[in-house]
């Protein structure tokens, strides 16, 4: 079963508006990791926010952690057609070993 | 530096064939993972490898294994192929810290799409 789980299933935002994807999960982890992918090709790594981390920005992305609640929200500031994606949240555990599981993911699509 | 090679890139078999899929992990990464992905099932979590080890399984059969060689490539290998085991398969290389304490960014290859028919 999937460690993350990421709402909306999908959006459909117009280029300029922002962008927000959550994920949840269950178990405690080490680190939380956003990625996106475009039409079935590999994942790109978008940014990484650690247990001890509550916020993390990089360019027009914004990630917030709250561990108490077990979530994140990945925020895409001022989308761009290029924006038009999967966003993956993928947890690390910190027990045993790695295991990144990944959520099943947000379809973001973003019209010009 | 170069990325995360997988090969090949697309690969038609029939049931009950077996398949070898490659993965070249970026220089100095020693932690390989592999994933299934479908559209159904999403990004399904296969195994990782770590320095010739496998670390961490997934909930896959048996007919699913993979090997990690001294120079960090992995290939993993299906047996006895069966229609549902079309997807694309993701690898992903990583640098993983010494002792298994925090794990940095997966770095993913462009995957290997496999259809079985």
């Known amino acids: 079963s999937q460690q993350g789980e990421e709402d909306p299933q999908a959006l459909s935002i117009q280029e300029g508006e922002n962008a927000t994807m959550n994920c949840s999960y269950k178990t405690s982890i080490n680190n939380l990791q956003w990625y996106r992918q475009n039409s079935g090709r590999g994942l790109v790594h978008l940014i990484l926010i650690r247990s001890n981390e509550r916020e993390k920005h990089s360019g027009r992305l914004r990630v917030t952690l709250d561990t108490s609640k077990k979530s994140s929200s990945l925020l895409i500031t001022a989308s761009r057609a290029a924006d038009t994606a999967s966003y993956f949240c993928a947890t690390v555990s910190n027990t045993g070993g790695f295991k990144t599981i990944f959520g099943a993911g947000t379809r973001l699509f973003v019209k010009a | ?117």
């Open chain 2, 1 to 117: 530096k170069a990325g995360v090679t997988q090969t090949p890139r697309y690969l038609i078999k029939t049931r009950g064939q077996q398949v070898t899929l490659s993965c070249s992990p970026i220089s100095g990464h020693r932690s390989v993972s592999w994933y299934q992905q479908t559209p159904g099932q999403g990004l399904q979590f296969l195994f990782e490898y770590f320095s010739e080890t496998q670390r961490n399984k997934g909930n896959f059969p048996g007919r699913f294994s993979g090997r990690q060689f001294s120079n960090s490539r992995s290939e993993m290998n299906v047996s006895t192929l069966e229609l549902g085991d079309s997807a694309l398969y993701l690898c992903a290389s990583s640098k993983t810290i010494e002792g298994g304490r925090g794990s940095t960014e997966a770095f993913f290859g462009q995957g290997t799409r496999l259809t079985v028919v």
